[in-house]
């Protein structure tokens, strides 16, 4: 009994290092994207914020029910990757990290 909850759980820990490495993947992506148009870090901590609310609020509002939720549960995921930058291995797939600098970085 206790051999299968330690493989379901390695398995739970795995899925979640691969939905963080996902993570910063996009936040890596998104972070260069906006840095492109001149859009320094501490905006783009905004502009994300402000994307993930409205995000949120049109998946619930048109997928609803737990679809939506798992939506909101991933934009967290990514919100919780810009914020803290070092919770996955954002180096995964060959891609380097980009530093995000925000105004929480010292409260953390």
Known sequence: MGNELQSVLTGIVALAG???NVAGMVNNA???????FGIV??????LFLVLMV???VAALRTLGGMLGWLVVVLMVVLLAQ???????ASTAGGSP???????LRNAL
């Open 18 to 20: 691969v939905v963080l």
């Open 30 to 36: 998104a972070s260069g994207f906006l840095t492109d």
């Open 41 to 46: 870090p501490p905006y783009q901590l905004y």
């Open 54 to 56: 409205t995000l949120s």
């Open 82 to 88: 810009r914020v803290v930058p070092g919770i996955g």
């Open 97 to 103: 990290h980009l530093p995000v600098v925000h105004p």
